[in-house]
């Protein structure tokens, strides 16, 4: 009966609570970091052992029990499934997860599927089990918590990407500053992608962390029934954790990619240096400090036209190396900055007033509060467009908005958006964009883009305001210095002229005949405690 009992509380297991399980069987055992690549790496062995077990009985049910058709790796990449020596499989891990030597064989197994995969050359790690610490018996919990996660038992529509995302994000939240730039909270990053629409093309991210923008990219083809294989995503990152992480998110979902031959600073060597590209979105490290030294890239081909972006801070280093990847005819930009970047000065003022004069910035997005799991600023999101004239896409015509830049604030949605708690014991909370938030920006920016799009002022939320030249307002960028603070455009209501004022002074009058008389009564009551002891107050 008790093992009955048993079986049925498994059964009853949400998802969430078997993942939560996965991390209990490692706590105490490693750093954050091991702990993470310890989880994610099995994960990513599972699901490629479920794919390969699968392609498997297709092929036994198509060509017999023979080794030379369930041996040969070419019938398994033929439909993007990883071939799996024996000692790589699930199957095997899950056979001898009981061994004194289970460290050694998870990373035997790691190695052997790089090698017979050379698209997973350097996406696993090696050598980690053997270093992690943990007991048998804690890695035989965590194997024995990893099984559980099947198609079968949980039918989740992408079982692989929830499961990688509730990773990504939950160890994101115990990171540091640093290591948390490894994520990219994914409301975020859908924002990016249905605003700069990437239907087909070259996908670029130059500081790809672990690939949530290129992910994103391929789901916004599939939400809008596209073709996956018309996208092809070109990124690079400079720590090494991190790019491994990435080629293992890519390659468990089958996305192709090119990540470069090496985790390195994209500004110090540039892997993909004469590639132009179509979309760029991407998430750099917010005011990065010394990223080059101060006699370093002085005459880098990519600042040409500009003044040298300052070594104190990369954020327009950022923006000038994006803008050099764009294609000059079509390209368009979504990323990430911290607020600051809006009206810094000195060499940064002046790199970001002939931006705007070479008409490159399309919309400024400043984002809610509390966003982000390693910093609660507020971020803002920047649309660059190599091409703002008039045009079509996706079956749209799009109105010339040369010289004309979009500005929206939603930091005043903060009230009504949706708070996701992602420390129970602290109960502290972050910002989620729901689905529907993230249709109205899209909204706001389409109308605003297209002919007949019935775009409209709206105070507190959006501004279209221009660059230069003759203003029916007389508002422009250029008589605010070329500032690119929503603030300074969008019109704030002041809601103290909404105060009907003959009741609010009723109401305070009335108030303050209470209050003086309490005080009275006070008084009064006061003097008679005084006369009592014999201590009379005149």
């Not at 750093?31 to 052992?49: C, H, P, T, Y």
């Not at 050359?121 to 918590?145: C, H, M, N, Q, V």
């Not at 070594?311 to 764009?326: D, E, G, T």
């Not at 979504?334 to 810094?344: D, H, K, M, S, T």
Request: glycine fraction near 8%; hydrophobic fraction near 35%.
């Amino acid at each position: 009966m008790a093992r009955k009992s048993t079986k049925k509380q498994e059964v009853e297991l949400t998802l969430e609570q078997v993942l939560w399980n996965c991390r209990v069987a490692l706590r105490g055992v490693g750093s954050m970091e091991k702990n993470r690549d310890a989880i994610i790496s099995l994960v990513f062995l599972k699901f490629a052992g479920d794919k390969f077990d699968n392609r498997r009985k297709e092929l036994v049910e198509q060509y017999g029990n023979i080794p030379a058709f369930l041996e040969k790796p070419s019938f398994y990449n033929a439909v993007n499934v990883f071939y799996l020596p024996e000692p790589a499989r699930w199957t095997y891990l899950v056979d001898h997860a009981g061994d004194n030597a289970i460290a050694t064989i998870i990373d035997n197994a790691m190695s052997e599927a790089e090698k017979a995969n050379s698209s997973l050359r350097g996406a696993l790690p090696l050598g980690l089990f053997a270093t992690l610490g943990a007991t048998k018996s804690s890695i035989k919990s965590l194997i024995d918590e990893i099984a559980k996660i099947s198609e079968k038992r949980f039918h989740e529509e992408d079982l692989i990407g929830r499961v990688y995302e509730y990773f990504l994000q939950t160890f994101a939240v115990g990171s540091s500053k640093e290591d948390g730039e490894f994520y990219t909270p994914a409301c975020v990053v859908q924002l990016i992608a249905e605003l700069i629409e990437p239907y087909e093309g070259v996908v670029y991210d130059p500081c790809c962390g672990s690939g949530g923008m290129f992910v994103q990219s391929h789901k916004f083809v599939e939400r809008h029934h596209g073709n996956g294989s018309a996208i092809s995503v070109v990124g690079q990152e400079s720590n090494p954790d991190t790019w491994r992480l990435c080629k293992m998110n890519l390659a468990i979902r089958g996305i192709s990619n090119n990540l470069g031959e090496e985790a390195v600073s994209t500004f110090k060597k540039d892997q993909h240096r004469d590639k132009k590209v179509d979309y760029i979105m991407a998430n750099p490290p917010f005011n990065l400090k010394n990223w080059r030294g101060d006699d370093e890239l002085l005459n880098d081909p990519r600042w040409k036209g500009y003044p040298v972006p300052p070594a104190s801070n990369a954020n327009y280093a950022w923006i000038l190396h994006m803008l050099s990847k764009l294609d000059v005819n079509h390209g368009i930009a979504g990323f990430l900055l911290a607020n600051g970047a809006l009206n810094a000065d000195g060499d940064e003022g002046a790199i970001r007033q002939k931006i705007l004069e070479n008409d490159k910035v399309e919309a400024i997005i400043v984002l809610p509060r509390d966003m982000f799991y390693t910093t609660d600023i507020s971020v803002t999101l920047w649309i660059l467009n190599m091409n703002k004239g008039a045009g079509e896409k996706a079956g749209r015509k799009l109105r010339d908005r040369r010289g004309e830049v979009l500005f929206v604030d939603l930091r005043t949605w903060d009230e009504n958006i949706e708070k996701y708690t992602y420390d129970k014991n602290k109960n502290k909370k972050k910002t989620v964009l729901t689905s529907e938030q993230i249709a109205r920006v899209k909204d706001i920016f389409e109308s605003w883009r297209c002919v007949d799009g019935g775009y409209e002022d709206v105070p507190e939320l959006c501004k279209s305001v221009r660059i230069k030249g003759n203003d029916p307002d007389g508002l422009t960028i250029e008589s605010h210095g070329f500032a690119l603070t929503p603030s300074k455009y969008i019109e704030f209501v002041d809601h103290d002229l909404d105060i009907d004022y003959e009741k609010e002074m009723g109401r305070i009058q009335s108030e303050m005949k209470e209050l003086l008389a309490t005080e009275k009564k006070s008084q009064a009551m006061l003097k008679a405690a005084f006369e009592g002891i014999g201590y009379g107050i005149a």
